[in-house]
């Protein structure tokens, strides 16, 4: 199921709505199947649509929980150069602090009675003329003191309204979990009202390919890094599917290729929307184990190819990390990455 490491509150409010139309949808087709029809057939229509928005919501969720951790680490940066701004600002102000309390206390005398009653009139014209560097001197630091000042307060407005848009990130995945989490037991409930030998036929039924899927490329990865992106998926075979999830005890889809990436030193995206621009994209004949195959026109599906029509991908819960056919449903894009 699709899945860091951006924000789009518009999208949130649209997944919570859809999350209540969806449901209402979902209890209305049952409530309403007519005596003769086939009810499994309908929840099962039913499971796939809820499963498939469950999905989209997990992309959203997983979009907004990555905004906010880059949030987090930018409020982090951001104080740690305001701490560093304010010693400076400090030190300055030391500084020049010095500075004044020196120059009171050498000129409590009019400066012609200091000449006038000085042992060395040319070592005081010396020190006046050193003064005088210092004050000019004493300008400058203080230009930059102001200048300083300045740019702590813009940094500290900024860094206010990260910590307000953090806030509003945690809100929106905080919703979108509950949306995603109303979908999916709504779907299992769906299953789990079914007989034992439709919930089998279930099974088989998301397994099975299209037909068409035009003739396939080598067997053999492409690079370096999509073999090693490969064995790790291949480890992770038999791995529950948990939302929100990249490893390495459990996956979502996009998590399962983020992580396997990971293992070949290669840093993908969070959702499969941004991994569908995460490499080079190739035609789904020349597809080579390692590639990324992106899944309905919205990419909200994710699975690795693995050679001989297969894919791996984390399907959806209660379905562990497994091999399906690539064309288990419409395919709109291959990446290589």
Not at 40 to 46: K, V, W
Not at 68 to 97: C, F, H, K, P
Request: a neutral charge; glycine letters at 10%.
């Amino acid at each position: 199921m699709g899945s860091h490491r951006r924000l789009a509150p518009s999208g949130f409010d649209r997944g919570a709505g859809a999350a209540v139309s969806i449901l209402s949808v979902a209890a209305a087709a049952l409530a309403a199947v007519p005596a003769g029809a086939a009810p499994y057939d309908d929840t099962r229509a039913e499971m796939d649509r809820l499963y498939e928005q469950a999905e989209k919501a997990t992309e959203a969720y997983n979009e907004a929980d990555e905004r906010a951790d880059e949030l987090r680490d930018e409020v982090g940066t951001a104080r740690d150069r305001i701490a560093r701004q304010q010693q400076r600002i400090n030190s300055m102000r030391e500084s020049l602090g010095s500075l004044a309390g020196a120059q009171y206390r050498s000129g409590g005398i009019d400066p012609s009675l200091a000449l006038l009653f000085s042992d060395d009139p040319d070592d005081y014209l010396d020190k006046a003329s050193r003064l005088d560097r210092i004050t000019a001197h004493q300008a400058g630091e203080l230009k930059e003191l102001q200048q300083a000042m300045r740019e702590l307060a813009q940094d500290r407005e900024e860094t206010a309204g990260k910590l307000r848009d953090l806030e509003k990130s945690r809100k929106a995945v905080a919703a979108h979990k509950k949306t995603v989490e109303r979908k999916l037991a709504t779907a299992r409930r769906l299953l789990n009202s079914l007989p034992d030998s439709e919930r089998d036929a279930y099974g088989r039924a998301s397994r099975s390919g299209r037909h068409g899927i035009p003739g396939l490329g080598s067997a053999t990865a492409a690079s370096g890094r999509g073999a090693a992106a490969v064995a790790a998926a291949r480890s992770a075979l038999g791995k529950p599917y948990i939302w929100g999830a990249n490893g390495p005890s459990g996956f979502d889809c996009s998590g399962l290729t983020q992580w396997s990436y990971a293992q070949a030193g290669v840093a993908l995206p969070r959702t499969s929307q941004a991994q569908r621009y995460a490499g080079r994209q190739v035609p789904l004949s020349e597809a080579r184990p390692g590639d990324l195959v992106l899944y309905r026109g919205d990419a909200s599906h994710v699975g690795m190819y693995m050679g001989d029509g297969q894919v791996i991908h984390a399907p959806y819960p209660g379905a562990p990390v497994r091999y399906d056919p690539v064309g288990m449903m419409p395919v709109s894009s291959v990446t290589r990455v």
